[in-house]
């Protein structure tokens, strides 16, 4: 017997989706020079941004941390930088790839009790752990989610002038 998600977890997950669509929104229309173009001295573009929101943010959080994915979790001692997105991969494919680890992570998500200790932590990465649940999880990633859509909207502006939203 599968039960519902609690009212919160949807709360929760209603306000990460909208993050989700604000990413993927703001980068409507671009081609994929466009996504690969930095135009902040840091140097990093569009696609690598998604990629690791993709990769570091929803599958390392979501099945690493919450779920405890022993594969995902062997898998982080590979020294690939998701920020580098090589030429020999379609933009397509890296916009697809967000799209199922978002998919992927709502399966973890609405499984997984709000207040349900996390699996397992990163203390080579952050040391003593800073979140304790899901919950805490779920706020970490609606935030980073939404600093990065913020990060997206800078590019596309400076790209083409293309705004998510105005209120005038």
Known sequence: MTTSPSPEIQTLLSVLHEQRR?????LDGLDADALRQPVLPSGWDCLGLVQHLALDVEQFWFHAVVRGDEDVIESLSNDDDA???GPEVPAAEVLDRYRTQTSLADTVINATPVDAPLAWWPHHLFGEPHLHTHRDVLLHVITETACHAGHLDAARELLDGRRWLVLT
């Open 22 to 26: 604000h990413v993927l929104g703001i």
């Open 83 to 85: 920020w580098q997105v």
